[in-house]
């Protein structure tokens, strides 16, 4: 069973900015890809982020590109997400997932429950 518990959502003014956080418990996995994606109201999940295991290779949305910085610890279990120069538009669920195997392209087979983020103009 793995788990992942996503955590540091929130409301945050324009410009502002947040952590999230992503923990990663129960099974380990030699190497493994973590991603974030999120979901806005009425919209279809979008790529946000991933990381590699040993995290020399990123990977972001054009959307995020510049303001988003993806990091890893894997001495605990755990992946970040900073976000910067947030814009209304960043308004979404955020949900953490991984791929076991670090395959290419990544297909990611758990998900967290997600965590929201709320950007007012």
């Known amino acids: 069973q793995v788990q992942l518990v996503e955590s540091g959502g929130g409301l945050v003014q324009a410009g502002g900015s947040l952590r999230l956080s992503c923990a990663v418990s129960g099974r380990t996995f030699s190497s493994y890809t973590m991603g974030w994606f999120r979901q806005a109201p009425g919209k279809e999940r979008e790529f946000a982020a991933a990381?590699?295991?040993?995290?020399?290779?990123?990977a972001y949305a054009d959307s995020v590109k510049g303001r988003f910085t993806i990091s890893r610890d894997n001495a605990k279990n755990t992946v970040y997400l900073q976000m910067n120069s947030l814009k209304p538009e960043d308004t979404a669920v955020y949900y953490c997932?991984?791929?076991?195997?670090?395959?290419?392209?990544?297909?990611?087979?758990?998900w967290g429950q997600g965590t929201q983020v709320t950007v007012s103009s």
């Open positions: 997932a991984v791929d076991p195997f670090g395959r290419r392209p990544p297909r990611y087979d758990y």
């Open positions: 990381i590699s295991w040993r995290g020399d290779s990123t």
